[in-house]
């Protein structure tokens, strides 16, 4: 399991929301397109995630679960539908 990936499981943790849901929420609030300072914002201050987190989930926001995989994780898709799936 990559580092990524990590992070993802330990934000779903603490805040039981899977990362595909953290991907819909920024669609419905208009943060899909925005910059990754304003996510970034957006989780530590609605959700209380440390910056790391925060950081790791703005970019997957921002770059896609494809490009953030083949990045981070040799190419093996992201688990995105959460840590038991």
């Known amino acids: 399991m990559s580092g990524f990936q990590t992070y993802l499981d330990n934000a779903e943790a603490q ?11 920024a669609q ?13 914002a957006w989780l530590k201050s609605d959700y209380g995630l440390g910056h790391g987190h925060a950081a790791n989930l703005a970019q ?7 490009a953030v995989a083949d990045r981070y994780n040799g ?3 992201l688990r995105l539908d959460g840590r038991s799936a």
């Open 15 to 25: 805040t039981g929301i899977t990362p595909r849901a953290f991907l819909d929420l």
């Open 28 to 40: 419905e609030r208009g943060l899909a397109t925005a910059k990754a300072g304003e996510i970034i």
């Open 60 to 66: 997957l926001i921002t770059k896609g679960p494809d």
């Open 75 to 77: 190419g093996e898709p």
